[in-house]
């Protein structure tokens, strides 16, 4: 059985999905009865003899108050029999659609994000960055060293650059892991398209961001509104980089241009 909570929601969506197929319903029975017009002379008075019938009747009890209808052979009996059998698909849904529900309730978390998870996320990124910023650095003073080594001095000018650009680049590590603690920006399995529809989540998509420090990856939920054909990305409006991929107007000395020895 599903477990987590976006199978759950993938599962609630798709029962709601079916909730529109199915056609007019009703509540009630049909049941097939055969009476004695209890007339002396009848044929149905005879022993032995089943009565008047078949005779169709659809009845139920509404609010306390018993109702029925008689039924004519044909299409009006299919007609009823469909409409009763929806219900009874109707009531099995229902079943089903309260649980799926009750188990999302289970397994939603109290908070969006509670302490214990914001002091977690703190510690991974911290490791994340730490781990590439020790290597980076062992690889930038390697580096520096060795160039200094060859032409017999350190150069001032090549050193600041190569630093510039390598601290540039773990920046945007840094920056990386810090937008991307937020999973994505997932608000569940339905938002508001903006335009008064509903759109539904897809899946996510990342989307390669040149930032001012480095090019980063953000992790973005993606939903999708049929009634507008188009992908509501919520993160990327937060982060007012929707249709860009660059986190601010092309900036003038060209951000993170080296090719980093980091990813
Ligand atoms: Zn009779
Ligand atoms: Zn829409």
Known sequence: MEENLEELERHKNELYRRLGEWGDFRRGTISVNYRKCGKAYCACAQAGHPGHGPQYLWNATIKGESRARNLRLGAELEKVGREVENYRRLIQ????????????????????????????????????VWQEAQQEIGRLIARLLEAGHKRGGVDLEASESTIRASMHELGGRLLEGVLNGDKGDYRGSRIECGQGHQAEFVGYRNKRLQTVLAKIELKRAYYHCAVCRAGVIPKDVQLDVAGTCFSQPEADDGPGRRQGSLR
């Open 93 to 128: 849904w229902w079943d089903q659609w309260i649980e799926v529900n009750e188990k999302i309730c289970q397994n939603r978390p109290v908070n969006r994000i509670e302490d214990e998870e914001l002091e977690e996320l703190k510690k991974k990124i911290k490791a994340e």
